[in-house]
Structures are given as structure tokens and as C-alpha cells.
């Protein structure tokens, strides 16, 4: 398709080695870490007005990308949302690339044709990131279904929001997903909100994995900013899946520290929620194990450095990538 | 009184819940957060939760409640937020809604009104951008309406409401802070009439929405060089005002349809070929459709602004129509 | 909207007395065999050829249309599918102007607009028929949303089939009505098959009463063939419902004695499975109970006797209706 | 040798499923029952059950299902059995199946097949007879193909399931019947091709589906009174083929286009939109558009008859055009 000749491969000079899915503790925050500055940046750079159109950011939930994600191997496949930021990162897609897409440059991920809502990069297995809640459930569905029918292996991790199981989409979606025995691992980032409205203004049930029982799927509810736990479920759901065992629904409770989208400024929020959860930060919480298993706060502090360091390394170089030309949109509408 | 898109909106919704009790507000975060585009800000606060309802993010649910308590006698106005996401609840607008009263054989109306935001320019990309209202057009049984000024606004959505049939509100996100005049004491729209905005005699320039006020650029650039563009803004998407069309195209013997779509299925296309089809022999030139390109809508900044209808390419149909 | 002035209403002679809701066995006996003479007229006026279109039909289900809609009162309404000739009649639709609509005829319930699929009659409560599977779910929840904001303690039925309980507008509906409380009872009519699908083969649960628990809902499964079981159900959720407490989902098993439409003849089906369900007819089963308290072969037969003679003579009205002009088609598109 | 239509459509999945171990189909009762229209009958016990899935109603999931997969490098054929209920899975279709690759910068192709019984005349009414084909009109990304004849359904499903784009294959379900000539080796249809289905001068008949029936009896009609219509059968709805269509209005001079669906946002105001944009001058008179009526579709007989186009309205349309 085109890919290899496009300017992003070349320009990108992103390691992609989270491909190869380490999981020690260093592993772990090292990814968390990429995602948190880069959502930082984003943040930053719509606040001074250079990121244009609708920003999610996902600050507080990156422990259920990287726990997930890091479960994956070589083939499968990953779909998510809007606020997809984090798992499309987690895959593997490199970090200057999905800079360029949400500044709309040339050798972004979709070479500027999607933005924020869409970074997507199928080299790495992140499918597509999609801008209508719960349409991607069904679409997860096919490739796990590829998967099954090829009898390749291959999971399926499908990531969306608390408010997304409202939607018919998943409730066909989970039913499909069953009733074929597919192996896909549908992940309900439960972070307490749709946009403003809390889960108990929408939803009858507390405990979203509960619904798993509608269609005689497993389900539990973990806690989504321990990304060791996460991890540990990940590879249990996963390798049960790849071995025939079907689909399974998982109810990751995480938080979003920021509002909804860019112009939220969370005022929905009971006090004192944002402070409680903000000690429950994800790398906080892993930090804090590191230390206790032996880490120093130097090694920690020159890791975040590092990172820090590699990823505005990676935003300059994607802000030095030019716009596509105007004449680029007729591209792309239709495969020769 | 100068106001804005957003503000004439909420006060017509305001104005229409005070006047009839059976009108109620339904969406996503409608209520507490006056919506995602604050159309409805303060109405909870005036009205109560009895009156503006929050719901689940199920837009099946959420046109399905509003078909049903209008079957019920009730004159609900539901929030679709982004028209890109009436796709999710297609089948409840066009094969429920639009068909219930002629399937029952004229038992009941359908008084429902459904807002949404439409449109481009945001950079939304192509899941949030766009112009929703040419899915509907194959579809009787629906009014669709789509103001481009505060008035216009305040008066079709009073209309919209009033009216014992379903209507798409259709309100451009990029103009909700469009200003202009909304008098004391505000007017119902009809729908179904066109509105002339700028008189004139060489070419007619049908425009909706956002597309009105490059008409409008247009016509001003033109008549420094003497050519003098009739502007009608449609307001009313279906049923189409051929009457205030045609009588235009048999003075100025031109048309030219501006929209934000591809050309395709479109009303610029409906438009056009009812129009050849009453006035060809006023025609003096082949009508031309001024459009967004044939591809979805993209997210780069000189992508999205030139897919976009602009005001050079409707001075440059004009020129071409008009051998100027 | 012009409805006095329809041909319809002064034509029907059928005496809408089930109106009344009365609920002696006598009265639901008349209530099925009404229904039932209906549906074998339908069948027996398109194998002839004098009956156009789709025909879906519902010998064996009467008892779960009769036991809810006599458990309704004025106000209160109902929604239904395609198969949806009972529960219309069960509400007080006249036989002749059901025939008419069958038929295409001036003075049909919908004045030959809607045929078969779209029985509708708004002044018994009748909201209407619908032929996208799941689609009238969502439109029963605004019937009881206008109940719940009119405070009119009026209760919406909703039937739907098994095969329903999997598409999207299911999910959002038993959702939404649960979330707002809504006096709604979603009658799932368990007929063991979607179309040609049994239900194992399309539903990774078995008993789809179950599914209320991803609602916060009340569900329970009946015996659908048991009249004076559903009536009692019915009795009791409604009686719930108009209180306050909200909606329910019940699954009322039962059996599709036909085929899905006219052109099935129904080879899907285990030998056996039809003739052991024949024995659980609803109106033998019925009748038993009668026989078994009091009433004699006598009365039964007479009873037959007369409502047959009602249903036919209903027909042939019918049949005597001029069809509507092509021109009519014009009519009814919008509301003045 | 002679076949059906649904005939030719079956031996094509066939031969696509013989061909191609990527392929399968997926839909509601496709597999055991062979379709509720029997498109797919003895498909399953000669593939097995591993290459045709029977599946849950579940319209956007047997959607998202094939986005999936083809996303993963399958090629599937999904049935919606009625073009009505895509209203259903409206949002997989246009928002998802349309659009994932260009959102995407071109990173992947989507080889989808969707199959769906379409169009009106066998007393289903309003919510199982409409022609879909109109509501994806405005979706750029979408091939859209109606064949009316074997040979056209043979080839046209070949080259859509070898298309690396989505495709929405709608199959008219009063056509299944109709019989005609499918050669030993049938051949791919190219897709975007119109066909000349008869040859003429006075003016150019462009039809689809059951509505090129109609046209060929009107031209026959005519013939005998000396009038001779060049009739088209679009066989592609998207894209269309304005070079097919403006070539032979260069030389009839007329244009009538047929379509089974009213006017507003179809197929026939896009044609006549832009032939007319394109060859102005080459018009004798207004194009007619021969349409059904502004209304739902009616179940009554008389009613539904006289909803559908037919020869006496094309010849009609024709002697107006011609005035003859
Ligand atoms: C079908 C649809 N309806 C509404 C929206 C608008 N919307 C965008 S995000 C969102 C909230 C989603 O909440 P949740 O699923 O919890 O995900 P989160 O944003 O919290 O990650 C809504 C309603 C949408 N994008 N799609
Ligand atoms: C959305 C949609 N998909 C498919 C169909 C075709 N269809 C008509 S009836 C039916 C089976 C429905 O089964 P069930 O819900 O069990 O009801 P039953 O017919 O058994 O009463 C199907 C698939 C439809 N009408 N609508
Ligand atoms: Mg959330
Ligand atoms: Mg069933």
C-alpha cells in the first residue's frame, strides 16, 4: 500500500523496541513514561494554540495500554478509541510519527489525514483509533475472527471506555465475539466518566465486567493502574484466548486526570476525586514499588530524564516536517 | 439585539419549553453541562431535571424515546451532538420516524425535532466533520432545516418544534458564535422558504449554513467588478424552496449551487436537476455545483481549508458561467 | 389526524369488547381462538394467492399476546413485530379492519398503507408493528418515557422474539428504561428459533431472562403457553411497573407452530419438536384447564363455533372493502 | 446456457470461494438455510462451515466483523439480506468501512463485499422495499453496483470481491428470477462501467436494476412509432459513468434517467447534475427524470404499482423530451 515509500518511515527516528515487549518494572515505566510526555506535550501544545481540532488526552490510565498491550506478540492486533493515544504508543508506533499526525504533518502516522482521534499504525498492530463510541468493538470482532479463521494465533485486544457499554455496538459486539469463540479481550477502561456524566447517571450496574455474563463470557475487574496487575491478567486472557479459550471482558478501573476533551475543565468532578486518584498515579504507584524493590531514586530520576530527553526530541523532529501539500487530500480515498 | 448562533438556539429552546409543557430536552450531557456545544446551557437550571434529560451514550435509545413519547403526544427536541453520529441511529430516523405516520396510514404526527451539529473546518477529521443532512434526502417523511444567522435560528427551531412532523436541525459548528440581530420579540421561520439575502441580477447562488457567507464574500468581490450575484440561503434543506429558487434563476438566467459535500446524493444535485427540469429555457448557462472534494473530510490544516467551498471558487463558477 | 373520518371506523362492525380486559378463562379462550382463526384465515388466504407479501405468523403464541394485553388497561400501550397479528388483535384491533389491512384494503387499519408487518391501531393502544428486528424496542421506552414524565401511570408492553435480544437497539433500550425507571415491560416471546436459526446457534446463553442483570432489571421466564401463567405474570409486573418500580424483562417461552414466513416450511426443525409442542398448544392447554374445572365439550365447541363464525364473517367484510386508488398513495407522508 | 440471476450470483460466490481460501461469506441464515433470498444455497456443504458463517442478528457486527477481517487481509462477503436494515449498521458502513483508509493515510485496503436484496414491487412496504443505494451517495470511499442481468451479476460480484475497496452490491430482489444468458466462462465486469443495452438516436435512457426492463419496453414501444431510444444500464451507481452517459448524450441529444426511488438526493439528480454540468450544450431539452414518488413505499397493490416506474412513464417522459 504505498507504505514503504512514505516519507514517515524515513524520517522517523523513533525506536520502535517496545516491539519486542519487555516487561521488567524499567520496561514498564519506560513506556509509561514515553506516553505520559507525550500526552504532556500534546497537552501543552493546545494550550499554546499549535495543535489543531479535538485532543483526548489519557493521562492516569497508561498502565492499562502498556499492561495490555505489552501482553501482545508479533501479530496481533490492538483497536481503541479516540483517546488512543497511549495504546497506539504502546504497540509500538513511533513517537515522532504520532506527533506528526496530531500536528497534521506530512510522516505523521496517517500522514495528517486523521489527527488526533485516529493515530493509526497497522505495521505495529494498532488497527485504528475511532472517533465513534463503541464503533471499533465490531471491528476488533473481524480481527479476531481473522485470526480464528486463519488459525494464526493472533489475539485481539480491544480498548474503550466505561460509557462506550451503553452502545449497541458492544453489546452485538461481545455476543459475536462469544458466540464464535474468538479470541479478543475486550478492555473497559472504566475511568468513572463518560465526557461529564458520571457512570452512575448512565449505567444501573456498578460493576461493568458483570455484563460479560450476558453473552457466557469470563469477566473481572481489575485494578487498572497496577500495571503489574494488568500485565499479569493481560497474559492469562491472552494465552487463554490464543489457545481456543474465547474472548473475555476485562473492567480496568483507572481515572482521567484531565477533562474530557481540550475545553473541559472538570468541573463535574467531586472534591477532592482528582487528589485522591492522583496518589493512585500510575507511575507513581509503579515508582514506588521500584524503589521498594531496589531502585534508587537516581536511576529513576535519570530514566525519566532519558525519556524525557527522547521524547521532545521526537516532537522536534516532527514539528521540522512540512504540512501536506492541500492537493494530498484526493490520496488515499480509494486502493488501485 | 445582537446575539450569537448559540445564544438565539437557547433562548428559542427556553422560549419553546416555557411555552408548551410538552416539550422536554433529551441527549448526552444536555443537562448538566448544557451540551457538548453549551446549546443548551441553563435550561436545567430553569426548567429542572424533569424537563432536560442526561442520557447513556445510545442514540438508538435516545431516538427511539423520543419517537415514542411523540407517538405518546409529546413534542420531544433531542440532541444527536455530532450529525456524523446520526449514522448510529440511522435506522430509527429513516425507516422509524420518517415512516411511522404512512405505515399507520395517517394515525399520528411525529412531533419530533432532532438538533445536531454539522459540519467542517474544525479539524475534526472525518468522523466529526460532516454535513449530515444528504443522507436524508431519499427520504420523505423528514423536514431537515439548517440555519446560517441568529433569526433564522431562533425562528426555524420554534417552527421546528411547532411542527407535527419529524425535523433534522442541522446547526453548523463552526457558526454557533456567528453574531447577528434577533429582535425583542423573535419570529417563527416557515419552514420550506428560502430566503434572497442579497439581491441581484447576473447568477444565483444557492447556499446553506457556513456556505452563505462565502456566497456572500463572493458577491462582494464580484461587484467591485460590476457583476452582481443574487444570494439565497435555503435555510429549509428539504422540502426545497424551488418556487423562491426558480423565480431567481428566471431573472438572473444562472445558477450556481455552494455546498459543504461532495457532489454526490447531495441537495446541490437534488437542486439542480429539479430546476433544469422547470426552468431549463431560462438557463443561459449549465448550472454549476460549487463542492467539497469527492473524498472524506481530512484533518490537516491546508487539506481540510481547501476541501472546503471557498469564496475564490464560486467568484471563479461565476466567472466561468458568466464569460467575466 | 383524520381519523374519524375513515372509512374504517364506520365499516368494522367487530365489537371491541376485549377492550373490556376481561379475564375469565371463557374470555381468554375467545381472546386466542379470535387470534387464532385470524392467522389460519392468513394462511390459508396466501396459500390461495389472495394474500401479497411477507406474512409472518403466530399460531402457538397466542397465549403470551392475550396474558399481557389483558393485563393492560385504558392508556396503556403496546408495541410489537412483524408477527405481531396477536398482540394488535389482543389489544382490541378489530378482526375486520386487521383483515382489511392484510389485504391491502380501504378501511384496513392502516388503510392499506403498512399490509402485514404494520398492524397499527394508536386508538387501542396499538403503537404499531414494526419489521427491523429490534427497532420498536427503543420506541416502547419513549411510549413509557411519556407515561413516566406525564405521570400518567400508564404501562407500555413490548413484545419482541428471541432472535432480538442480540441486535444493538436491545442493549440501549433495556439501558435507558432501567436507568430512568421507566413503566415498561420488555416481553421477550421465546418461540425457540430466529428465523431459521435456533436460538444455541446465535446466543451464547441460554435463558435470556438473564440478561436483565446487565440492567439492574427484574427478569424472570414464564411458561408462554400457560395463559393464566403469563396473565398473572403480566398482572403483577404491570401493577409493579405503574407503582414506580420500574421495568422488567420476561421471557415467555413458547413456540412458532409455522414457519418463519410464508415460504418456509420450517426443515430446520429436530423430528419431534413440532408435534410435542402442538400438544402444548396454548388453547389445549386451556382448554383442559376448563374441561378439567367445569365447562363441558359443549361449550367449548360452541364457543369455537361462534368466534369462528365472527372471524369469518369479519373476512368477508373485508374482502368486500374496494382496495385504496393508487392515488391514496400521496396521502399521509406528512402531517398537515 | 441459461440462468437466473440468483443463479449466476450463486456460481459466483462459488467460483470467488473456490478461487481464493481468503474469502468467505457471513450473514443471517446464509449458511444453513442458503439465504432467506437463496443467494447462498449449497454453499455451505460444499465449503464447510469454516468458509460460511451463519451469524446472530447483529448488523453492525457482521459489518464490523468483514471491516475486521479484511483489515487482517481477508476478502469477506457479508449479506444484509435487505438493503433496508444497512440503515441498522449504517455507521459501520459509512463512517468505518468508508473512511478507515484514508483516515488512515492509505495504510490499508478493505476488500468488503456487501450484499443486499434490494428495491420494491413484492408488497413488503415501507421498511423492506426501498433501493439503499441512495443513502451512500454523499460517502466517497464506496463503490455502489446493481447488475440486471446474469452476466452483469456473474461478473460484477467477481470483481467486487476481488476489489481492494468495500463495495455495497445491491441485488434487486423482484430480479432473482430473471433469466439470461451467463457464457461457460463467464467473465469480470469491470466496475465503473455502464453497457449500452440498445443502441438508439433520439435520446439516451440511463436506468438500473429493474427500472432497464421498464426502459427497454418504452424504447420498444416507441420504436414502433419511429422513435428510437439509447437505452444504458449503469450496472455501477459509484462510481458513475459520465463518460459512458455524456458520450452517447452527445449524440441522442436527450437524456431520461429511471430510477426506483424519488428524486431528492438519488443516483439520477447526481447524472443529470453533472452531465448537464459537462455537456450543455449538447442538450436539446431539460433531462427527465423518471422517479418514484416523493412518499415511503405504499403496500396496497394499485398503490405500490403505481409507485414503481414504469414503460408508460418513460415514454411519457420521452414524448415530452421529443415532443412526438
Ligand atoms: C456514537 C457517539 N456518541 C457520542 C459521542 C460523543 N462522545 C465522545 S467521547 C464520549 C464519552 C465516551 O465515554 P467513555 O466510553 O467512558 O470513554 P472515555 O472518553 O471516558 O475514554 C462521547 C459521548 C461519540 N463520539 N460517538
Ligand atoms: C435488523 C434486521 N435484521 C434482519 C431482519 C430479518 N429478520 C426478520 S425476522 C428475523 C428473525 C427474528 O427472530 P426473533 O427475534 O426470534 O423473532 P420471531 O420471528 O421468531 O418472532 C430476521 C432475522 C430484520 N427484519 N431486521
Ligand atoms: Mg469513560
Ligand atoms: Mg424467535
Redesign the interface.
Known amino acids: 500500500m504505498a507504505r514503504a515509500e512514505r516519507k514517515g518511515e524515513d524520517m522517523s527516528e523513533t525506536t520502535t523496541q517496545v516491539r519486542e515487549r519487555a516487561t521488567g518494572d524499567a520496561d514498564l515505566l519506560r513506556a509509561m513514561l514515553e506516553i505520559r510526555f507525550f500526552e504532556d506535550h500534546c497537552h501543552e501544545l493546545f494550550a499554546a494554540g499549535l495543535l489543531?481540532?479535538?485532543t483526548h488526552l489519557g493521562q492516569g490510565q497508561e498502565a492499562v495500554s502498556v499492561g495490555f498491550c505489552r501482553a501482545l506478540g508479533e501479530g496481533d492486533t490492538m483497536t481503541c478509541t479516540y483517546r488512543g493515544h497511549a495504546a497506539t504508543l504502546a504497540m509500538g508506533a513511533p513517537i515522532d510519527r504520532a506527533f506528526g499526525e496530531m500536528l497534521?504533518?506530512q510522516g505523521g502516522l496517517?500522514d495528517?489525514?486523521?489527527?488526533s482521534?485516529?493515530l493509526t499504525d497497522v505495521s505495529v498492530g494498532a488497527l485504528g483509533a475511532?472517533?465513534?463510541?463503541?464503533?471499533h468493538l465490531p471491528i476488533s470482532v473481524g480481527a479476531a475472527f481473522a485470526a480464528k479463521y486463519r488459525r494464526s494465533g493472533a489475539v485481539n485486544v480491544c480498548f474503550f471506555g466505561d460509557?462506550?457499554t451503553?452502545?449497541?455496538?458492544f453489546h452485538e459486539s461481545l455476543n459475536f465475539a462469544s458466540i464464535m469463540k474468538l479470541p479478543l479481550i475486550f478492555v473497559c477502561e472504566n475511568n468513572l466518566y463518560?465526557?461529564?456524566?458520571p457512570l452512575a447517571?448512565?449505567?444501573p450496574i456498578e460493576r461493568l465486567a458483570d455484563r460479560a455474563a450476558s453473552y457466557g463470557m469470563h469477566g473481572e475487574r481489575i485494578d487498572g493502574n497496577e500495571v503489574q496487575e494488568v500485565l499479569e491478567t493481560a497474559r492469562r486472557l491472552v494465552s487463554r484466548a490464543r489457545e481456543g479459550g474465547g474472548p473475555a471482558l476485562v473492567e480496568a478501573m483507572t481515572y482521567r486526570q484531565k477533562g474530557h476533551a481540550r475545553s473541559d475543565p472538570g468541573a463535574?468532578r467531586p472534591p477532592g476525586e482528582l487528589e485522591e486518584w492522583l496518589e493512585r498515579d500510575p507511575l507513581t504507584l509503579l515508582e514506588a514499588r521500584m524503589l521498594s524493590s531496589g531502585s534508587t531514586r537516581e536511576e529513576l530520576e535519570s530514566l525519566r530524564t532519558q525519556v524525557k530527553e527522547e521524547v521532545d526530541a521526537a516532537l522536534a523532529r516532527a514539528q521540522s516536517w512540512p504540512?501536506?501539500?492541500?492537493?494530498?487530500?484526493?490520496e488515499d480515498?480509494l486502493a488501485a | 439585539m445582537i446575539v450569537t448562533i448559540r445564544q438565539a438556539l437557547n433562548r428559542a429552546l427556553g422560549d419553546a419549553l416555557e411555552a408548551d409543557p410538552d416539550v422536554?430536552i433529551v441527549g448526552?450531557?444536555v443537562a448538566?453541562?448544557g451540551g457538548?456545544f453549551k446549546v443548551t446551557d441553563g435550561l436545567l437550571d430553569r426548567f429542572g431535571a424533569?424537563r432536560i434529560?442526561?442520557?447513556?451514550?445510545?442514540?438508538?435509545?435516545i431516538?427511539?424515546?423520543?419517537?415514542?413519547?411523540?407517538?405518546?403526544?409529546?413534542r420531544?427536541v433531542a440532541e444527536i451532538m455530532f450529525a456524523?453520529?446520526a449514522?448510529?441511529c440511522?435506522?430509527?430516523l429513516?425507516?422509524?420516524m420518517?415512516?411511522?405516520?404512512?405505515?399507520?396510514?395517517?394515525?399520528?404526527?411525529?412531533p419530533v425535532t432532532v438538533r445536531m451539529a454539522n459540519g467542517g473546518g474544525?479539524?475534526?477529521?472525518?468522523?466529526?466533520s460532516q454535513t449530515g443532512e444528504?443522507?436524508?434526502?431519499?427520504?420523505?417523511?423528514l423536514?431537515l432545516v439548517a440555519p446560517s444567522n441568529p433569526a433564522d435560528a431562533y425562528g426555524l427551531m420554534r417552527a421546528a418544534i411547532a411542527d407535527?412532523?419529524p425535523v433534522l436541525f442541522f446547526e453548523h459548528k463552526s457558526m454557533y458564535n456567528d453574531k447577528g440581530e434577533l429582535p425583542e420579540d423573535p419570529q417563527v421561520v416557515e419552514i420550506g422558504r428560502a430566503a434572497i439575502v442579497r439581491p441581484g441580477e447576473s447568477a444565483t447562488v444557492v447556499a446553506s449554513q457556513a456556505m452563505v457567507g462565502k456566497a456572500l464574500e463572493a458577491a462582494e468581490q464580484l461587484a467591485q467588478r460590476g457583476v452582481s450575484l443574487e444570494v439565497i440561503d435555503l435555510r429549509t434543506i428539504?422540502p426545497l424552496d424551488y418556487e423562491t429558487v426558480g423565480a431567481s434563476v428566471d431573472r438572473t438566467n444562472n445558477l450556481i449551487a455552494v455546498q459543504e459535500?461532495?457532489?454526490?446524493?447531495?441537495?446541490?444535485?437534488?437542486l439542480?436537476?429539479?430546476i433544469?427540469?422547470?426552468h431549463?429555457e431560462s438557463l443561459d448557462?449549465?448550472?454549476?455545483?460549487v463542492a467539497s472534494?469527492?473524498?472524506?473530510v481530512?484533518?490537516?490544516?491546508?487539506?481540510?481549508?481547501?476541501?472546503l467551498p471557498d469564496a475564490d471558487a464560486i467568484v471563479s463558477a461565476a466567472e466561468r458561467l458568466l464569460k467575466v
Open positions: 489543531r481540532g479535538a497534521g504533518r496517517c495528517g489525514k486523521g489527527g482521534m485516529h475511532f472517533g465513534v463510541v463503541g464503533a460509557g462506550a451503553n452502545i449497541g455496538a463518560g465526557e461529564y456524566s447517571k448512565t449505567t463535574y504540512e501536506p501539500p492541500a492537493g494530498a487530500r484526493f480515498v | 422536554f448526552e450531557d448538566g453541562n457538548v424533569d434529560y442526561d442520557t447513556p451514550i445510545s442514540e438508538q435509545a431516538i427511539g424515546c423520543s419517537i415514542g413519547a411523540a407517538l405518546s403526544g409529546l420531544p456524523d453520529f449514522a448510529v440511522f435506522d430509527q429513516v425507516n422509524q420518517a415512516k411511522i405516520r404512512y405505515m399507520s396510514g395517517g394515525q399520528t404526527g411525529l474544525g479539524a475534526f477529521a472525518a468522523q466529526h444528504h443522507w436524508f434526502l431519499n427520504t420523505p417523511g423536514k407535527p412532523n428539504a459535500a461532495p457532489v454526490g446524493g447531495s441537495w446541490a444535485s437534488t439542480v436537476t429539479e433544469v427540469g422547470r431549463f448557462s449549465a448550472p454549476a455545483v472534494d469527492d473524498t472524506p481530512p484533518f490537516g490544516e491546508a487539506m481540510e481549508r481547501a476541501w
